[in-house]
């Protein structure tokens, strides 16, 4: 496995594992590069990578603040796979905020509900506004935290496209982390059709979620 990753430059950068998958050996970190040029985007995104399809897909944040696929041709180099869309056909926003506010999200391609579509997994910031400046969660719920966020792919990998976000909830109520970004993972530790989940939050600890005790919601069913 090697290691993939954005920062706070909003520049791209791919550790290729030169060891073997029992004892690694990362390589310096290297550009990665989109039409010729470093790739560039909005800033402190964690970029989701995965099979798509039967290609190598990586799914960023673009200058826009929108979800894009771009897809992989070598080690260092992407093309334009497209911006994201909703099943509406609208693009997919990060955030309401603008210039240091953008970016921000932490993205992981999973097949959560198991229907064999990747999914998008979401980690957002207390201002996070996914799918939309206005309505988008979690801020048009009144900015309650920085929250899990599922992306349903309700077309397929060939074709994807996105239901509206649904909340993470535990134990019947949504997930909220404080200010900054929670990073959420896939823990496949009872074998990935039974993933359960890992979030990192902003005070450096790990939280640990079993699926049974997970959820989906709807942004209309959560208290204000």
């Known amino acids: 496995l090697d290691i993939v990753m954005s920062d706070s430059t909003a520049r791209h950068h791919v550790y290729l594992n030169v060891g073997t998958a029992t004892a690694p050996k990362l390589a310096p970190a290297h550009a990665l590069y989109y039409e010729g040029?470093?790739?560039?985007?909005t800033w402190r995104v964690q970029p989701a990578a995965?099979?798509?399809d039967g290609r190598m897909a990586y799914i960023a944040l673009d200058e826009e603040d929108q979800f894009h696929l771009y897809w992989q041709v070598d080690a260092y180099n992407?093309?334009?796979?497209g911006k994201l869309l909703l099943d509406t056909g609208e693009p997919i926003f990060a955030n309401y905020l603008k210039a240091g506010g953008t970016g921000r999200l932490k993205l992981s391609l999973v097949d959560w509900d198991r229907d064999g579509a990747?999914?998008?997994?979401?980690?957002?910031?207390?201002?996070g506004s996914v799918p939309h400046p206005k309505t988008g969660l979690p801020q048009s719920l009144g900015l309650?935290?920085?929250?899990?966020?599922?992306?349903?792919?309700?077309?397929?990998?060939?074709?994807p496209k996105f239901a509206f976000p649904k909340l993470?909830?535990?134990?019947g109520k949504p997930i909220f982390l404080g200010q900054h970004a929670c990073g959420p993972a896939i823990a496949p530790f009872r074998g990935i059709d039974n993933a359960d989940l890992i979030v990192a939050e902003e005070e450096g600890r790990f939280r640990f979620y079993r699926r049974e005790d997970l959820s989906l919601m709807d942004a209309s069913t959560v208290d204000k």
């Open 37 to 41: 040029l470093e790739m560039h985007g």
């Open 50 to 52: 995965g099979n798509l």
């Open 78 to 81: 992407l093309l334009d796979g």
């Open 118 to 127: 990747q999914d998008i997994l979401v980690g957002t910031p207390r201002h």
């Open 144 to 159: 309650p935290g920085s929250a899990v966020l599922l992306l349903k792919n309700t077309g397929t990998d060939a074709a």
């Open 168 to 171: 993470m909830a535990f134990k």
